[in-house]
Structure formats: structure tokens, C-alpha cells
């Protein structure tokens, strides 16, 4: 059975950080490629966050290039979001997201919330 469960958020003041992780069960972790999305509130989900299988390529939405890094530690069958210099308009419910096609699978959801 497929399960990816995510940690980490919360709410943070403007300026502040906070790791998210996404911890994956029943499928091959290490052969999947691995993403970040967000969907703020009254927006459409976007992709914030983006992982190649070997790690070596990684992408990002311009507004958090600078701010935010993925990563992935395949031994843990975690990956990660690590994310700084947060904005109000970072505020969100960040998703996780493993794919290898036509597989997709998604992690539940957590609510990030960045204000003073």
C-alpha cells in the first residue's frame, strides 16, 4: 500500500524557516522523481519544487529560487523542502508528490501559514 506522509509545517513569522519532509512506503522510492506543489488559498496548485531520480537536477517556481531547496535522501525514503526567508505569500498548503509515469502519487497535505 502507497503512503506518503508529510511533516513540518505550521506557521512561522515573515522571515523565518521551516523544513518540510514527505516520507513514502510501498513503492521503489528511489526510482521516482519527486515534487513540491502549493495551493494558496482561492489559486490554482502549482509547482514550487522539483527533484530528478538521481538528485543531480533540480527546479524551482522563480518566486522561491534563492529561498527553497528540495532534496531527497533515498536511504530514508524521504524527501524534503527546505524552506527560508518565508513571505506571507508563502503561505499555503504544500503538497508532496512522487512520480514515475504513469504513477503519481500524493502525500496529504499540510498547511503552512507565514505571519507576524
Known amino acids: 500500500q502507497v503512503q506518503l506522509v508529510e511533516s ?7 522571515g523565518g524557516s521551516l523544513r ?5 512506503s510501498g513503492f521503489k522510492f528511489s526510482n521516482y522523481a519527486l515534487s513540491w506543489f502549493r495551493q494558496a488559498p ?5 509547482l ?3 527533484i530528478s531520480i538521481t538528485g543531480s537536477g533540480t527546479n524551482y517556481v522563480d518566486s522561491v529560487k534563492g529561498r527553497f ?3 531527497r535522501d ?3 525514503n524521504t524527501w ?5 526567508s518565508l513571505k506571507p505569500e508563502d503561505t499555503a498548503v504544500y503538497y ?4 514515475r509515469f504513469p504513477d503519481e502519487f500524493w502525500g496529504q497535505g499540510l498547511r503552512v501559514t507565514v505571519s507576524s
Open 8 to 14: 513540518g509545517g505550521g506557521l512561522v513569522q515573515p
Open 20 to 24: 518540510l519532509s514527505c516520507t513514502a
Open 42 to 46: 482561492g489559486k490554482e496548485r502549482e
Open 48 to 50: 514550487v519544487a522539483f
Open 69 to 71: 531547496t528540495i532534496s
Open 74 to 76: 533515498n536511504a530514508m
Open 80 to 84: 524534503y523542502l527546505q524552506m527560508n
Open 96 to 99: 508532496c508528490k512522487a512520480y
